[in-house]
Structures are given as structure tokens and as C-alpha cells.
């Protein structure tokens, strides 16, 4: 039988920083978040990188949320929750349901 001895290293070969500042930015985005749902969710509380998280949040806002004449934005939201549940994710289902 192998005996397995504790290592000092870390055991996860990601290398995560420490969360940096919440940014103007970003904040915004959280503020902005808090007025429409009614909270925050966790995906925009942990500002590993907030440059990108804005942006990316930015964009999303614009896909789901910006005009695009196909759907209306009830029907966006619609299916997205479908495919969410249809993925078994639970925090895709919430997301897209209390939206």
C-alpha cells in the first residue's frame, strides 16, 4: 500500500491571484445588478481580473439586453432558462427564471 505524505505546495496547478479592488466599473455593474434583481450575484462579486469581468458583462448586457428585433426580451430570457434546465444548472436556472 502507497502512504501518501502531505505536501507543502499547493495541490491545484491554477494560479489564482488574491480578488483585487472592486473598480468604479464594476461597481456600477453591481448597482445596476442590485436595482434589476434585487441582489448581486456571486459571478460579479469576485474581481479576479475587473477589466475583463466588466467587459464581458458589458457584452452579455448588450446580447441579452440590447435591441435586436428577432425576440423580445421575455422570449430571450425564455429560452435561455429552458436550455439552462435542460443543462441541469442550477445557477442558470435561478438566474434566468428571476429575470
Same mark, same amino acid.
Given at each position: 500500500?502507497?502512504?501518501?505524505?502531505? #505536501?507543502?505546495?499547493?495541490?491545484?496547478?491554477?494560479?489564482?491571484?488574491?480578488?483585487?479592488?472592486?473598480?468604479?466599473?464594476?461597481?456600477?455593474?453591481?448597482?445596476?445588478?442590485?436595482?434589476?434583481?434585487?441582489?448581486?450575484?456571486?459571478?460579479?462579486?469576485?474581481?479576479?481580473?475587473?477589466?475583463?469581468?466588466?467587459?464581458?458583462? !458589458?457584452?452579455?448586457?448588450?446580447?441579452? !439586453?440590447?435591441?435586436?428585433?428577432?425576440?423580445?426580451?421575455?422570449?430571450?430570457?425564455?429560452?435561455?432558462?429552458?436550455?439552462?434546465?435542460?443543462? #441541469? &444548472?442550477?445557477? &442558470?436556472?435561478?438566474?434566468?427564471?428571476?429575470?
Amino acid at each position: 500500500m502507497t502512504e501518501h505524505k502531505p #505536501r507543502d505546495e499547493a495541490t491545484s496547478f491554477l494560479r489564482i491571484t488574491e480578488p483585487q479592488k472592486v473598480t468604479p466599473e464594476l461597481a456600477e455593474l453591481q448597482d445596476e445588478e442590485k436595482a434589476r434583481k434585487g441582489y448581486v450575484r456571486h459571478g460579479l462579486t469576485l474581481p479576479f481580473r475587473p477589466e475583463h469581468l466588466v467587459a464581458s458583462q !458589458r457584452f452579455v448586457n448588450l446580447l441579452v !439586453r440590447g435591441p435586436n428585433g428577432l425576440l423580445p426580451f421575455r422570449e430571450r430570457e425564455l429560452l435561455a432558462l429552458v436550455v439552462s434546465v435542460e443543462n #441541469r &444548472c442550477d445557477v &442558470c436556472t435561478i438566474q434566468h427564471a428571476t429575470a
